[in-house]
Structures are given as C-alpha cells and as structure tokens.
C-alpha cells in the first residue's frame, strides 16, 4: 500500500476510545491504557512495550495507538514498569535483574486483556520498543498465545539462543547505524528464524540510529498493519 493509500484509509477509519484500568500482577497494581474502536466487534489485542526510558518518553503522543487500533485492533499501552516500581531508566543490571518479573507482568496483561469482551481470543501481538522488544522477542520464544511480534530496535536475550526458538511470525525494524542495540542483533533474530522455518520480515534502515526518524516511523507505520493483517487478522472484516 503506497503512503497516500495508508493515509487515506487513516482518515477513512472508526473512532477510537481511550480508557484506562489496571489488574494485579505479583500483588502489584499494573496499569494499562487502551485504545478500542467504536463499535460491537471483538478486536485482535495488540500490546505494546515501552523502552528503557519509560512510557511517557516512548509513547509521547497517543497519534500512533489511534491510527493502529483504527485498522481493527484493541491495542494497550503496558505500564510494566509498575511491576517493578521502576520509576528511572533501569541500569543494564536491573534489567538483567528486574527481567523476569517484567515477563510475568506481560504474561498477566495477556490472560487481562482475554477477558476483556472487546477482544477476540485468537491470539495477541506484542509490538516492543528497545527493551519492550527485547521482552516481546523473549515472550514469543517461550510463549504459545503470543501470535505475532513487532520488533523496533531489540533483540533476543542471549540465553534464550540456546534452545533455537521458533518465533511467531516476526517483523523486525532497525535502523543500522543502532550504537545501543547493534544492528547484528536484528541479524540473529533473521537467522534465527531462517535456521527454525520461522516467518521473518526485516526492514533496516539505512543511516538510522536507536531513535528512528519520523520519515521513517511514516514508512514503519505502513508496514505494521500490513503485517498484522497477514499473522493475526483484524476487526474489519
């Protein structure tokens, strides 16, 4: 689909309601924002992941959760963070650390959203952002209601090469010139699904860092509905 197509079906789209709620992880009060289109469907669940930097700092603006869950998709914005009570950008120790618990945070959002009437239960994406991708590449190795990952800027923990996971359908986006997360991180996510028969789509953007510009994020924000539209279906239909 060329831009002007992905902008004409933007505006040609449902509204969406925002809303917010929380459910329990661990004894911990976990936070999540939703963004629901208008109507009496049920909706694919797509759940995204903060970086390192917090919420406020990935998801600044609601624009991209609007324009994403207008395609046919419940999508939340996970406060996993709140597991943890991080409030600061994490050290590589504590997120090494503090990892497992973000997992289980995730995990609990998954069965959360389920339940939900407004969601259909065949399956949930998760679209993860640095170390939101990092923990949705971990769900979808070890995890079977994950259905589809999209993969901004990660990578999958080391540990988990070991077993030769087989992914769900995967997109990754990188840009290569990444000095936080090196583009050979993106490499061993391709290869690993290649070794493993996985489906794994790959964008890497030439002369971009960790932080994708926005000519960029306009040509990532075509290609993700393409391909949850492939791997998990929608609500439009």
Known sequence: ???LGSLASFFSQPEVTKSSASFTSAGKTIRIDSFVPNGDKQYPPVIALHGSTGMDDTFSSDRPARMLAAQGYA???????????????PSPKEMH??????????????????SLPEVAKTGTALVGFSLGAYLALAMGATD???KAII??????PEQLYVASPKLPPTLVLHGEDDTSVPIAEAHKI???????????ECKFYEGEGHYLSTITMLD???RVPEFLRKHLGNGRG
């Open 220 to 222: 990532a924000a075509q």
């Open 97 to 114: 650390d503090l990892f497992p618990d973000w997992m289980a945070a995730i995990s609990d959002a998954i069965t959360y959203t389920h």
């Open 75 to 89: 999508v939340f914005l996970l406060h996993y963070f709140d597991r943890t009570g991080t409030t600061d950008q």
């Open 144 to 146: 079977s209601r994950v």
């Open 190 to 200: 391709r290869d690993l699904a290649a070794s493993t028969d996985s489906i794994c």
């Open 1 to 3: 689909m060329s831009l």
């Open 151 to 156: 993969d901004f800027c990660g990578g999958l």
